[in-house]
């Protein structure tokens, strides 16, 4: 059943809190994060959500992501954890997967040539 945008969202599975368990020395950055106003069922999927209902869902989450101050941080606390679920830093799950895939290989080939360069050197 598809549901129009002015009815709440059935949210099936909302994890409890959207602030990481760690605190940095300058505070907690999620503190100033602008979805802590919003309800969480912009953020995290229904069950049995329609396709077009998640795109939507999911831009409208990426709206208020763009104009939060601490977005950045948001996204890095996603990449770092990895949250498996929901819009964090402006990125979906899915999102962040090819992110992570894209750092790995970006570490991965920076190691190769360091090591190559480090081989060069020697001989």
Do not use: N
Not at 44 to 55: G, M
Not at 63 to 75: D, K, L, N, Q
Not at 86 to 103: F, K, S
């Amino acid at each position: 059943m598809l549901q129009l945008p002015h009815q709440p969202l059935q949210v099936a599975a909302v994890p409890s809190q959207r602030t990481p368990a760690r605190e940095d020395q300058a505070g907690p950055w999620h503190s100033e994060a602008v979805c802590r106003r919003d309800e969480a069922g912009l953020f995290f999927a229904p069950s049995k959500e329609p396709t077009a209902a998640r795109l939507a869902r999911e831009e409208s989450a990426k709206r208020v992501c763009a104009r939060c101050p601490v977005m950045v941080e948001c996204r890095e606390h996603a990449l770092l954890q990895p949250e498996p679920y929901g819009v964090w830093g402006g990125l979906t799950a899915a999102e962040r997967r090819v992110a992570l895939a894209r750092r790995r290989r970006r570490e991965a080939e920076l190691k190769a040539s360091g090591a190559a360069g480090h081989i060069a050197a020697a001989g």
